[in-house]
């Protein structure tokens, strides 16, 4: 009986580990303008925060700059937010037991890219947040969709 309960939460954790979560995406067109990563507005500094296929495809996780909702991912979808430059953010994204945050000073007129990964977690799969540079991070979000921004779980 217990090897046959082990086998039934080994094939859900795989099935929820691999399955496909989705989430609102905004047109090919405004998501074909932003990957120009131009220069943000004046006074101001982009953030293009991402995640890429990989484990957890079937989890959704949300995003927040400053407390405020950016969206919630999935697999192969970015968000692009402007932010105040030359002024300290807060970039988190919710996890297993808590909230993961980066702290982030920003310049004017630059844009930053933030990698969002799921990593195994006791439960379920948690997600982190990494600074990468901007070649990385251009490359990833070229191959990437735009997610409509603005809608959070929680």
């Known amino acids: 009986m217990l090897k046959k309960s082990i086998l039934v939460f080994i094939a859900l954790a ?59 991912s999935a697999q192969e979808v970015f968000f692009y937010k402007e932010v105040p430059g030359d002024e300290r953010h807060s970039i988190a994204t919710e996890s297993e037991f808590s909230p993961n945050v980066i702290s982030l000073e920003t310049e004017k007129g630059k844009n930053y890219f933030i990698k969002q990964y799921i990593k195994m977690g006791v439960f379920v799969g948690g997600a982190n947040l990494k600074l990468v540079g901007e070649e990385e991070g251009r490359n990833a979000v070229s191959e990437l969709d735009l997610a409509v921004s603005g809608t959070c779980s929680s």
């Open 14 to 72: 795989v099935l929820l580990l691999t399955g496909c979560a989705s989430v609102p995406m905004e047109s090919p067109g405004k998501s074909e303008k932003l990957k120009a990563f131009n220069s943000p507005s004046d006074g101001m500094a982009g953030l293009y925060i991402y995640r890429e296929a990989g484990v957890g495809a079937a989890l959704k996780k949300d995003i927040w700059v400053n407390e405020e909702c950016v969206g919630e």
